[in-house]
T-cell receptor
Framework: ETGVTQTPRHLVMGMTNKKSLKCEQH?????MYWYKQSAKKPLELMFV???????ENNSVPSRFSPECPNSSHLFLHLHTLQPEDSALYLC????????????FGEGSRLTVL | AQKVTQAQTEISVVEKEDVTLDCVYE???????LFWYKQPPSGELVFLIR??????QNEISGRYSWNFQKSTSSFNFTITASQVVDSAVYFC??????????FGPGTRLSVLP
């Protein structure tokens, strides 16, 4: 199993659809992150969870709804998205509270039509 | 405020040339951590190096080397004898308190055969 796995790798959805992105980490970490990477823009932090508790919400619109049922799994529920939400969504994990690096998944490429 | 600048948006070199990617950061914290990540076309950000603010020793790992200078708030990355497989987007990042990460906009490196 690779360290951080994201599914699906590619997703196309209409603006009225509801879908979810899934992230699973096999590294024993207890902090998980969602980042958004749009073309020509820096990585944008969306959400942070430490020990299943959300500790950071970077002013993300409510059409993005995160869920962290346990330290190994992180979801991003999507509904009524806009075309400008099309991006690569990256999940990352690390040991909470220490100063180590983030471990990233390969991302979910989302296209909103 | 914390900020990371990578002034070079895109760089193209011919294989076997040396190339340096610049990173300049801003922070008021005295304790912080600097990182470099590589993002190949597959999408995953791959960790390359971590350096804390108290360790200004330069580091070499194979063809990669890093030059950290607190006096100029820079953490530059040099690839010696570049190869086509080095083609990717490279991100410099700054971390503080072990949780929050600020990423630069990235530099796209193309190594031509």
């Amino acid at each position: 199993e690779t360290g951080v796995t994201q599914t699906p790798r590619h997703l196309v959805m209409g603006m009225t659809n509801k879908k979810s992105l899934k992230c699973e980490q096999h590294l024993g970490h207890n902090a998980m992150y969602w980042y958004k990477q749009s073309a020509k823009k820096p990585l944008e932090l969306m959400f942070v969870y430490n020990f299943k508790e959300q500790t950071e919400n970077n002013s993300v619109p409510s059409r993005f709804s995160p869920e962290c049922p346990n330290s190994s799994h992180l979801f991003l529920h999507l509904h009524t998205l806009q075309p400008e939400d099309s991006a690569l969504y990256l999940c990352a994990s690390k040991e909470a509270g220490n100063t180590g690096e983030l471990f990233f998944g390969e991302g979910s490429r989302l296209t909103v039509l | 405020a914390q900020k990371v600048t990578q002034a070079q948006t895109e760089i193209s070199v011919v294989e076997k040339e040396d190339v340096t990617l610049d990173c300049v950061y801003e922070t008021r914290d005295t304790t912080y951590y600097l990182f470099w990540y590589k993002q190949p076309p597959s999408g995953e950000l791959v960790f390359l190096i971590r350096r804390n603010s108290f360790d200004e020793q330069n580091e070499i790992s194979g063809r990669y080397s890093w030059n950290f200078q607190k006096s100029t708030s820079s953490f530059n990355f040099t690839i010696t004898a570049s190869q086509v497989v080095d083609s990717a987007v490279y991100f410099c990042a700054l971390s503080f308190y072990g949780q929050n990460f600020v990423f630069g906009p990235g530099t796209r490196l193309s190594v031509l055969p």
